[in-house]
Each structure stands twice: as structure tokens, then as C-alpha cells.
């Protein structure tokens, strides 16, 4: 069974940096697209950015969405079995719980019907 635990959240400045992790145990790490969901109170759980497992010319398929697009950095280490999602010139809208996602199929962990979720990680970034 895939176990996905997310850590690295926190408090944090504007402008300020954080660095999420999410470990994937349970089955082959090489072989999940995998991904990073984030939710407020109130609002639907919208994508930041996935990672497929595909190799393309030496490297991943990535996407982000508009809103992290030059800010936010997905990145895997599969001998690590671990996907990190690098967050620079962080706002206060980036305030969120942060969710990892795993799937074989890209194209669900992007339309967030993964098979796997982690508990989630709290960011905050004050003002």
C-alpha cells in the first residue's frame, strides 16, 4: 500500500522560502507521476505543480500551475523515493495546506484524481 508523508511546512516571511518533501513508501517511487495540491478554507483543493516519471531528453515532464509559474520549483530523487517542491518569493496567498499526490498515470495526479494522498503540510507565509 503507497504512504505518502509530507514535511517541511511552516511559518515564513514574504518574500521568504520554503522547501516541502513528501516520501513515497509502499511501491516503486520510479514508476509514480507525482504531485503537489494545495487547499484554504473555503476553497476547492487547486494543483501548484506535478512531476511525471517519464525521462524526456534527461529530463522530467513538469507542470506548474499559472500562479507559481518562475516561483516554485518540482523536483524527484528516486533513489531517495522523495519529491520536493522548492518555494521562492513566497506571497500570502501561497498560504495553504500543502498535499502530496501520487499516481502511475500523469494525467490524473494533474486532474487530481490520484490513487494516493498525503495528510498534508501547513504553510504560512505572513505579511
Known amino acids: 500500500q503507497v504512504q505518502l508523508v509530507e514535511t517541511g511546512g511552516g511559518l515564513v516571511q514574504a518574500g521568504g522560502s520554503l522547501r516541502l518533501s513528501c516520501a513515497l513508501s509502499?511501491?516503486?517511487?520510479?514508476?509514480?507521476?507525482m504531485g503537489w495540491f494545495r487547499q484554504v478554507p473555503g476553497k476547492e483543493r487547486e494543483i501548484v505543480a506535478a512531476i511525471h516519471w517519464v525521462v524526456v531528453s534527461t529530463y522530467y515532464s513538469t507542470y506548474y500551475a499559472d500562479s507559481v509559474k518562475g516561483r516554485f520549483t518540482i523536483s524527484r530523487d528516486n533513489a531517495k523515493k522523495t519529491v520536493f517542491l522548492q518555494m521562492d518569493s513566497l506571497k500570502p496567498e501561497d498560504t495553504a495546506v500543502y498535499y502530496c499526490?501520487?499516481?502511475?498515470?500523469?494525467?490524473?495526479?494533474?486532474?487530481?484524481?490520484?490513487?494516493?494522498w498525503g495528510q498534508g503540510t501547513q504553510a504560512t507565509v505572513s505579511s
Open positions: 499526490t501520487a499516481d502511475p498515470a500523469f494525467s490524473k495526479v494533474i486532474a487530481g484524481t490520484s490513487a494516493h
Open positions: 509502499g511501491r516503486p517511487f520510479s514508476t509514480y507521476a
